[in-house]
């Protein structure tokens, strides 16, 4: 579970619900069904609008890294490829068949069995490095969509505001009717600036943080084991793999 994601969700609720108390408002005031029903699914609608059919299941499959990111271990990654690296030495490239069959991580796996095909270092490097692309790409594809609903909701907050008035306007001969549509007006506008600055973009910046450091990994990978097909010694592999824990 990532803290800093749920109290940042926690904090950014309490904030808008605790200064409405303290501005002398009711919790009560900020509920508003119809203004939801506008908001959300209005900036739903426009987002599948512009998405296409795998980026949007994409999104919303990667969407719990924000609460539940993949785990991204740098030093456990380090020490498993000096230990590879070592085997390799010892008992040569086919001394990791039996690690290649048994990896249940597929970029992890694909590396291995090319090192034990005897593949080219250049080749399992751009064989690696294309795939990296590829995943990171559609990830960041699919980050954007949580980007462009942020930049739709508040349009649809005010849209819904708009539609409050004219509620409000048709009914200016009935004054019991007034209070439900200036209600819907502006807790329209809350919500969509609300949903756009407090959920939508953070989720988006969220996401494209976590896509980066699995991107991080993979490219140690790739280096450790181009090393490792080059029959670099494991103390300059583990040195050279060091660097990564630094950047990061």
């Known amino acids: 579970m990532d803290v800093l994601s749920v109290l940042g969700l926690l904090l950014g609720a309490a904030a808008l619900f605790g200064g409405n108390l303290l501005e002398g408002g009711h919790v009560s005031a900020l509920i508003n069904g119809s203004a939801f029903i506008i908001v959300f699914g209005g900036t739903l ?47 040569g490239l086919l001394g990791l068949e039996g690690i290649a069959e048994t990896e249940q991580r597929h ?13 080219e270092p250049d080749t399992i490097r751009d064989v690696l490095q294309t795939d990296l692309m590829l995943q990171e790409r559609a990830d960041l ?5 949580f980007d462009a609903m942020g930049g739709y909701a508040p349009t649809i907050g005010i849209i819904g505001a708009v539609l409050g008035l004219i509620h409000v306007m048709g009914n200016l001969g009935d004054p019991s009717q007034l209070g439900a549509g200036i209600a819907t007006a502006f807790v329209a506008t809350i919500y969509g600036v609300a949903a756009a600055n407090l959920i939508f973009i953070p989720i988006g910046q ?26 670099e010694n494991p103390r300059i592999i583990e040195m050279r793999l060091t660097t990564y824990q630094q950047a990061s």
């Open 141 to 145: 594809e699919a980050a954007k969509v």
């Open 45 to 91: 609608g426009a987002a599948m609008l512009q998405t296409p059919l795998p980026v949007f299941k994409r999104a919303f499959a990667i969407v719990s890294w924000v609460l539940k990111p993949p785990l991204v271990d740098l030093t456990k990654v380090r020490k498993q490829l000096v230990n590879w690296g070592q085997r390799s030495r010892k008992d």
């Open 107 to 119: 970029f992890y796996k694909q590396g291995l069995m090319l090192l034990v095909d005897g593949t």
């Open 206 to 231: 969220k996401l494209r943080a976590t896509v980066r450091e699995l991107a991080l990994e993979k490219e140690l990978v790739i280096d450790g084991l181009v090393a490792i097909a080059e029959g």
